[in-house]
């Protein structure tokens, strides 16, 4: 059974660089038609995709958080990875990975638990 | 502000049906499928119907979905206590090139 896993901080100061993990278990990310994403949830808020990226490279990322956005994929270690430059307190949410169906499709299928990251001085 | 629109709150009783709508446009709803998340209180969401109007395995037939032209919605029939949540429509959006989402709709089971 797929299974994903965050790691990271959870507290950065502001300006600072938020760096997230995930680790995924019971299936590889260098399998074909899937993306490996973000998406966070400010607290109280609703949902909002960060960006993903595909075995080969290929990524997507939210235009609202292009120029801080990297997401980068080890495909040796079956994890992928976010970092998100010049962070203020609006970038504190909870932060998820997930696996989304991209072939003719959209959705995601498999989520993590979810890390919560909180931009404090 | 989200690029799908939800109504914040919908409630029914135990045993009723429910029905949740998500509006879009010709550059997300109009042009591809639209997914549904159920996000129990304080767990990760979890994909409810995929592709307009198929349900994942293990998911109750109770749950269904429909779409037509720029609008999705989400039926729950036979409501109970447990299917208290937040749900979140979502799709693909062309002229963004990036999944969106719902503003999401808090279910209550009165």
Same mark, same amino acid.
């Given at each position: 059974?797929?299974?994903?896993?965050?790691?990271?901080?959870?507290?950065?100061?502001? $300006?600072?660089?938020?760096?997230?993990?995930?680790?995924?278990?019971?299936?590889?990310? $260098?399998?074909?038609?899937?993306?490996?994403?973000?998406?966070?949830?400010?607290?109280?808020?609703?949902?909002?995709?960060?960006?993903?990226?595909?075995?080969?490279?290929?990524?997507?990322?939210?235009?609202?958080?292009?120029?801080?956005?990297?997401?980068?994929?080890?495909?040796?270690?079956?994890?992928?990875?976010?970092?998100?430059?010049?962070?203020?307190?609006?970038?504190?949410?909870?932060?998820?990975?997930?696996?989304?169906?991209?072939?003719?499709?959209?959705?995601?299928?498999?989520?993590?638990?979810?890390?919560?990251?909180?931009?404090?001085? | 502000? +989200?690029?799908?629109?939800?109504?914040?709150?919908?409630?029914?009783?135990?045993?009723?049906?429910?029905?949740?709508?998500?509006? #879009? +446009?010709?550059?997300?709803?109009?042009?591809?499928?639209?997914?549904?998340?159920?996000?129990?209180? #304080?767990?990760?969401?979890?994909?409810?119907?995929?592709?307009?109007?198929?349900?994942?395995?293990?998911?109750?037939?109770?749950?269904?979905? +429909?779409?037509?032209?720029?609008?999705?919605?989400?039926?729950?029939? #036979?409501?109970?206590?447990?299917?208290?949540?937040?749900?979140?429509? #979502?799709?693909?959006?062309?002229?963004?090139?990036?999944?969106?989402?719902?503003?999401?709709?808090?279910?209550?089971?009165?």
């Amino acid at each position: 059974q797929l299974q994903l896993q965050e790691s990271g901080p959870g507290l950065v100061k502001p $300006s600072e660089t938020l760096s997230l993990t995930c680790t995924v278990s019971g299936g590889s990310i $260098s399998i074909d038609s899937y993306y490996w994403g973000w998406i966070r949830q400010p607290p109280g808020k609703g949902l909002e995709f960060i960006g993903s990226i595909y075995h080969s490279g290929n990524k997507h990322c939210n235009p609202s958080l292009k120029s801080r956005v990297t997401i980068s994929a080890d495909t040796s270690k079956n994890q992928f990875s976010l970092k998100l430059t010049s962070v203020t307190a609006a970038d504190s949410a909870l932060y998820y990975c997930a696996r989304r169906l991209g072939s003719g499709t959209s959705y995601f299928d498999s989520w993590g638990q979810g890390t919560l990251v909180t931009v404090s001085s | 502000q +989200s690029v799908l629109t939800q109504p914040p709150s919908v409630s029914a009783a135990p045993g009723r049906k429910v029905t949740i709508s998500c509006s #879009g +446009s010709n550059s997300n709803i109009g042009k591809n499928y639209v997914s549904w998340y159920q996000q129990l209180p #304080g767990t990760a969401p979890k994909l409810l119907i995929y592709d307009n109007n198929q349900r994942p395995s293990g998911i109750p037939d109770r749950f269904s979905g +429909s779409q037509s032209g720029t609008s999705a919605t989400l039926a729950i029939t #036979g409501l109970q206590t447990g299917d208290e949540a937040d749900y979140y429509c #979502g799709t693909w959006d062309y002229s963004l090139s990036v999944p969106v989402f719902g503003g999401g709709t808090k279910l209550t089971v009165l």
